[in-house]
């Protein structure tokens, strides 16, 4: 059975035949299209480390079928940098060491970015762990993963003051 | 993961025909039933992709103050959308304090009532599970099970329901909208999930085919919007599923009385576990922690424990009234930061649980 989705990946449509109906978006992403930023932790929705945004909006990519995501957008980590200008999230994730071995970094930004997207932390630090809890860091880089988060806020509240000025 | 056919119907009665088909289940997110494909605890060979079906996407109000959800709706558009919030906190506090942001981005308002147990042995399919296999035993009856019901089980099954939105639509009279062959039909969502009695395979009041196409809620349940609030327990603080959780709503007149309330409770029966005898305990007592007391032990009457859990009965009986407490004090303007937990207490609160 052959299938054929059209998506919108980091801002390029592309047209993508799938082999197979049970490809997850994940499997289509890291084995597919080679895009490997995106990582495979639990596979069962646990862990967070596969989240991508879809339609703008954070998701767990390994609990997505491919096939049902046909028109969507999709956005991962390989589409957050503007050329050698990391994004925010990412340069404050380093400011703030909101990492150790690195492998939940990438679920951990996107997730941040869709976070400030959805703008409900207001700089509360608690808010920032409430909604951060469906991505686990095993190293336990918690402290520097909210402070960067927070700062990440900071710096897009005050770019969009500037971009309404 | 099992091959299935894909199937993405264009209409509600396409979807229905095709679902008829022996073998098929629905998806909408998927964020349970892939979880359960991977794991082989559910091999459909079918898969209706209802996600593209027009007409399913809406939350709209009635004339009397009610409100009608698509059976597609997220679970984070509803919680997070300003009316449907105002008129109706409970349910929005009770989506709010379930699963993760990424789930519930994804996760649907059809597909939440439509969610498995999350009994291990359910979906260990190594394991011995009645409501997966009928007549295959229950390997929870002597196993870890301090996390099953106390109240509606069965020798056959002990396994809980594991929604929070459900606990909050049950006690606010929310009606189940249902698309099937012989056309449409409304259920009562305290009818909707089945106790498991000898037949634990029957989970649900659907029949093959039916899809849930809405949610709606009676114009009086936003009447209770004032007083209405869910609380939950759980092994950790975010992103787990309730130990035991309560939703309860209040009307309370000016001298203090009770006229109206509503109780139910998540996380100890196969089913949101309305507790209608001590709603009717409360109705012309007043509002103070000796009448919630009361509710309390009344929700708990006829418990009993079904394995390591009769913890869950105490437990249960202080959620009741500190939920009813919470209530009597107040809808919040803006939920905690920590919505539905014990540990988000307001100015005032008696801090224990």
Redo the contacts between chains.
């Keep these: ?1 052959s ?1 054929s989705i059209q998506v919108k990946l980091n801002g390029e449509s592309r047209a993508i035949d799938l082999d ?3 490809v ?1 978006l994940l499997d289509l992403l890291r084995e597919r299209l080679e895009l490997t930023g995106t990582k495979k932790g639990c ?3 646990q862990c ?1 480390a596969c ?1 991508v945004l879809v339609d703008g ?4 990519a ?4 491919a ?2 995501i ?2 969507a957008t999709v956005e991962t980590i390989e589409g957050v940098a503007d050329g050698p200008a990391l994004h925010p999230v990412q340069q404050a994730f380093i400011d703030h060491d909101g990492f150790q071995c690195g492998y939940c970094t990438p679920g951990q930004i996107m ?1 941040a970015i ?2 400030l997207r ?1 703008a ?1 932390v207001h700089g ?1 630090p ?2 920032v ?7 686990l860091c095993r190293c336990g880089a918690y402290a520097g993963i909210v402070e960067a988060v927070l700062e990440a806020e900071r710096i897009t509240v005050d770019q969009r003051k500037r971009g309404a000025a | ?1 099992n ?4 199937i ?1 119907p264009a209409s509600i009665d396409e979807a229905v025909a095709a679902a008829s088909e022996p073998g098929s289940a629905y ?1 909408a ?3 349970n039933l ?2 359960l494909m ?2 082989g605890a559910m091999r459909p060979t079918r ?1 209706v ?1 209802i ?2 079906l027009p007409s399913l996407n809406a939350i709209e109000r009635d004339n009397d103050g009610g409100a009608r959800v698509g059976a597609l709706v997220k679970n ?1 558009d509803l919680a ?1 959308d300003d009316k449907f919030a105002r008129d109706f906190p409970a349910v929005a506090e009770a989506l709010l304090s379930g ?5 519930r ?2 996760a649907t308002v059809g597909g939440n009532l439509m969610q498995r147990t999350r009994c291990a042995y359910f979906y260990d399919t190594a394991s011995a599970c009645n409501r997966r296999v009928p007549g295959a035993g229950c390997d929870a009856r002597d196993g870890l099970n301090a996390n099953h019901a106390v109240l509606g089980w069965s020798d056959a099954c002990i396994a809980t329901n594991p929604s929070d939105f459900c606990v909050a639509l049950a006690a606010l009279d929310a009606v189940v909208e249902i698309a099937g062959r012989e056309g449409r039909r409304e259920v009562a969502l305290t009818d909707f999930h089945l106790l498991p009695g000898d037949t634990p395979q029957d989970e649900t009041a659907l029949a093959p085919g039916e899809l849930i196409v809405g949610v709606r809620l009676p114009g009086e349940a936003a009447t209770l919007a004032w007083h209405s609030r869910y609380l939950k327990v759980r092994e950790r ?3 787990a599923f309730a130990l035991v959780s309560a939703a309860a709503a209040l009307a309370i007149d000016d001298a203090g009385t009770i006229t109206d309330a509503r109780i139910a409770l998540g996380g100890v029966a196969a089913k949101p576990w309305r507790a209608r005898a001590a709603e009717a305990g409360l109705i012309g007592e007043k509002a103070n922690v000796e009448a919630f007391a009361a509710a309390g032990r009344a929700a708990f009457a006829e418990a009993a424990p079904s394995g390591d859990n009769a913890y869950k009965i105490r437990l249960g009986q202080n959620i009741v009234a500190r939920v009813l407490a919470r209530a009597a004090a107040g809808t919040p303007h803006e939920l905690p ?2 919505p539905a937990s014990p540990f988000a207490t307001a100015h005032g609160e008696l801090a224990h649980v």
């Design positions: 059975m299938l197979d109906p049970r997850t596979d069962r929705g967070g989240t909006r954070r998701v767990n390994c609990l997505t079928l096939a049902s046909d028109g997730s869709g976070l959805e409900r509360d608690e808010r762990r409430e909604q951060m809890s469906g991505n | 993961m091959p299935f056919d894909y993405r998806l997110a998927g964020t892939l979880d991977k794991g898969l992709d996600t593209h984070s997070y699963a993760s942001p990424q789930l981005n994804a603080t975010s992103y930061a920590l």
